[in-house]
């Protein structure tokens, strides 16, 4: 895109530039010569007035007299009735001559060499190049400036429409000052939150399905194996036949919640978490800064864990904004390597979560200090998708803790985790 303004804003400069340029150019150096020829002609008719007062007074031709009116290096002939008179050196080849009618029968010609025209007319095409190539070059920075004014914002909006696809549903509060890429930001937004909402009310649903056909299975279980064990065997062998089904059933359902669980997880790859909670605490730093508290980085180098960068991002800048909006003092980010896991820890020195509130703190629409309640649930719904765990490991201070899978030592930074997909 930058490439294409630049090229289409130096083209119209060009195009510029020659039509003006090759105009003024040629005016330029008309002017100079016709300039030079009109001074000869002023002094050739001063000269003739001189030698019309000359003759009409009976005296002899002078040109002594009019040798001031004659330029340096140029040539004056007079030619009368009776005779014709010369005065000055040869102007050489190809002079500009000029030439005008005496009163009393003749004419007085003026012959001046042209080089001194011509280097004047060269230093004036000089100067009409000059101008074009300040004037390209000036249009060459305007347009470079122009250029990436308009295509930095077009970048940041499309890597924010890559994160929203990709899982990170914050909204970016930036913006650029141009309308209609405003517009698309404020959009961009809009359907992050309710993609959010929507992704949430997915994970609930799944949830609660699950549950509750854990709970009718698990009752069916208790039900068929009283009957099994009944004194009838023509129920006992019925009962037997159907524990089986509901234990082919019970498998079914492990099965279709691990497909789902494996399709979230499919863009997991291995990541440094490292580097990226490095990035995520340059976001941060200012937002607390702001509010007079500092964010403290303890990370171990090396860390790799098996996640989807835009889910791990969001998760993180969920606890970072809930330790900014709910927490006090200085906000620790941590990561060290568990036993098979990577543990992030975001912590503060607020008062924390009181004891009454702890066991709904990921529920979702559930908020203790007149928040939407959303952000928690999500939080922990985005790193399950990447088969890890979010937990409240200390509720004061509150410590939140997040569990990645370590990834593997053949694993290949960048490259996605390879799902084998079965048919059910």
Known sequence: MRRRILQATLLAVAVTAVVLGLPLGFSALKLVQDLTLADLSTRAQQIATLLDEQI?????????AARLAVPAGARL??????????????????????????????TVTIAAPSDPVRAQQFQVAGL???????????????????????ADPLKHVAARAARLGAGDFRPDPQRHEVPELDR????????GAALSHLVQRERELVG??????????????LRLEALAAAD?????????????????????LDDLLAAATEARARDAEPLDVSALLTDVAGEWRDPLRAEGRALRLKVTEGL???ATPARLREAIGVLLDNALRHGKGAVTLAARQGSATVVIEVSDAGPGVPDQLVPYVFERGFSGRGSTGVGLALARALVEADGGRLELSKARPAMFEVFLPMARADDVLGVPWRIESTPR
């Open 56 to 64: 009409a007074t009976h005296r002899s031709v002078d040109l002594n």
């Open 77 to 106: 002939i007079v030619r009368t009735q009776s005779h014709d008179y010369t005065y000055g050196p040869d102007p050489g080849e190809k002079p500009l001559v000029e030439s005008v009618p005496m009163v009393q029968s003749g």
């Open 128 to 150: 009409v190049l000059m101008l074009v190539v300040l004037s390209a070059g000036t249009g060459t920075i305007v347009a470079i400036v122009t250029a990436r004014r308009l």
């Open 184 to 191: 698309v930001a404020d959009a961009l937004d809009a359907s």
């Open 208 to 221: 609660d399905v699950s549950h509750q056909l854990r709970s009718r299975l698990t009752a069916l279980h």
């Open 232 to 252: 009838d065997p023509e129920v006992s062998e019925e009962a037997t036949a159907a524990l089986e089904q509901a234990e082919r059933l019970s498998g079914v």
């Open 304 to 306: 790799l864990a098996r």
